[in-house]
């Protein structure tokens, strides 16, 4: 089920919202036109990068501690132009733990695996994320967003997993949002969210915001914060893209939120 995001955008979040991107440019890539909507509260959010320690660039900066300064700056300034409250931790990403091999980099068949006990593939750093994660959620948010997995790269389904573990024993959790990631949403398989099982919830729809060409060239000029990842075409060719999200609420609350929001 699609919804309509004029209808969504109607309506009022009421309570905190925790945003969690597995990278520094996450969020700014796959939702920063829906962001740029004030559907959030920004008193309300707080947004957390989870694997902060991270040299990965396109420009052939040298793997050293003032590239990580350089890429960790580009990111405060996405986050502090967009008005959003945000901290990070450093733990180390992907290519950072030495993974360069493709297919251990992307698990694409463990994309649609949802659950508490679900088999992902471990990562090296895994329970780490996972206490980090954790600690996190119990902070008492009603909203929380979390990257879906889309294309299926291993330190996405970490943060993913992680939060799966721990809602059982997050009550004041009442809305998952799982924001498709891009660029690997553009190009990879889609989740099959109606077939998704996660205990305790129950899909309510997915949001799809198509962007005007206005919208467009203002997250394209936002996004060239991020020099160290993204060119000016690659950044104009990003941001025509529909970003998206499925949404979960929590059983107790399904029906009456859903009327809310369809």
Request: net charge negative; hydrophobic share 40%; glycine share 4%.
């Amino acid at each position: 089920m699609v919804i309509d995001f004029l209808k969504f955008r109607n309506f009022k979040m009421c309570g905190r919202h925790l945003l969690l991107q597995p990278h520094l440019d996450d969020i700014a890539f796959s939702i920063g036109h829906v962001l740029s909507e004030k559907i959030i509260p920004r008193e309300e959010a707080i947004a957390y990068t989870i694997f902060g320690k991270e040299t990965f660039n396109i420009r052939n900066y040298a793997n050293c501690e003032k590239t990580l300064k350089l890429l960790e700056k580009e990111e405060e300034q996405w986050f502090s132009f967009s008005k959003i409250r945000y901290d990070r931790f450093c733990l180390e990403e992907a290519g950072y733990r030495g993974i360069s091999n493709v297919r251990t980099l992307f698990q694409p068949k463990a994309a649609n695996v949802f659950s508490e006990t679900a088999q992902i593939p471990p990562i090296e750093n895994g329970e780490d994320v996972n206490n980090l994660v954790k600690e996190l959620v119990r902070g008492g948010y009603r909203y929380i967003w979390v990257p879906a997995g889309v294309g299926g790269h291993c330190d996405h389904l970490a943060v993913r997993q992680s939060v799966l573990n721990h809602m059982p024993s997050c009550p004041e959790t009442q809305i998952i949002f799982f924001y498709e990631e891009l660029p690997y949403s553009h190009y990879s398989a889609p989740i099959k969210w109606e077939e998704v099982f996660i205990s305790g919830f129950k899909f309510a729809g997915r949001v799809v915001y198509q962007p005007e060409q206005v919208k467009s060239e203002q997250k394209a000029s936002n996004l060239e914060i991020f020099y160290s990842q993204i060119n000016e075409s690659q950044a104009k060719v990003l941001s025509a893209q529909a970003e998206s999200f499925s949404i979960w609420i929590r059983n107790e609350n399904f029906e009456e939120i859903k009327l809310k929001i369809t």
